[in-house]
T-cell receptor, first 113, second 116 residues
Framework: AQSVTQLDSQVPVFEEAPVELRCNYS??????LFWYVQYPNQGLQLLLK??????LVKGINGFEAEFNKSQTSFHLRKPSVHISDTAEYFC???????????FGQGTILTVHP | NAGVTQTPKFQVLKTGQSMTLQCAQD?????MSWYRQDPGMGLRLIHY???????DQGEVPNGYNVSRSTTEDFPLRLLSAAPSQTSVYFC???????????????FGEGSRLTVL
């Protein structure tokens, strides 16, 4: 069985500050890892994904994440946030065969001017 | 490019009523799934399908039925609505094992259901 824990339910930051959203996972098999973003009243949009290879993954809108197998973590980072980054962010782990995703509880990122 | 289309976007039901949430995708994806989203709980898998004629239960299947008669459509039926089923429902699809399978899901815009 797979599980995902997002360590912060809410993260408030000021505009242009750096941010890190933390995600830990557990799985007995190799997995694929994802970060999705949900803007208010919208569906989920893929931010970035780790399938294999380089442990540093770059995504859209200046976000990046680092896969750490020994710590079973996949933290999301952005060096300088904008007001438009205000959204809910979900970390997810998938069964590589069928794409059955297990999601974390979500982290609400609020960027203040 | 329609992607994943869900209808209706909003619905209010009374306890005990039944209804069907529709989901259609035009990407020829083999894998389709339904999630519900509740505050502080992320998205939880209700049912999923790995191809036409094949469905299976996810984490929270009770009170819901699905069928997959075509590759494109994956409707979710609420048999007898309860207030606990008030939620936002998302349909999602991805490539199956016979295609490029990375687990990346493509989501519809969601259906907000309120059960009184």
């Amino acid at each position: 069985a797979q599980s995902v824990t997002q360590l912060d339910s809410q993260v408030p930051v000021f505009e242009e500050a750096p941010v890190e959203l933390r995600c830990n996972y557990s799985s007995s098999v190799s997995v694929y890892l994802f970060w999705y973003v949900q803007y208010p009243n919208q569906g989920l949009q893929l931010l970035l994904k780790y399938l294999s290879g380089s442990t540093l993954v770059k995504g859209i809108n200046g976000f990046e994440a680092e896969f750490n197998k020994s710590q079973t973590s996949f933290h999301l980072r952005k060096p300088s946030v904008h007001i438009s980054d205000t959204a809910e962010y979900f970390c997810a782990v998938s069964d590589p065969l069928y794409g059955k995703l297990t999601f974390g509880q979500g982290t609400i990122l609020t960027v203040h001017p | 490019n329609a992607g994943v289309t869900q209808t209706p976007k909003f619905q209010v039901l009374k306890t005990g009523q039944s209804m069907t949430l529709q989901c259609a995708q035009d990407m020829n994806h083999e894998y389709m799934s339904w999630y519900r989203q509740d505050p502080g709980m992320g998205l939880r898998l209700i049912h999923y399908s790995v191809g036409a004629g094949i469905t299976d239960q996810g984490e929270v299947p009770n009170g819901y039925n699905v069928s997959r008669s075509t590759t494109e459509d994956f409707p979710l039926r609420l048999l007898s609505a309860a207030p606990s089923q008030t939620s936002v429902y998302f349909c999602a699809s991805s490539y199956g094992p016979s295609g490029e399978s990375t687990g990346e899901l493509f989501f519809g815009e969601g259906s907000r259901l309120t059960v009184l």
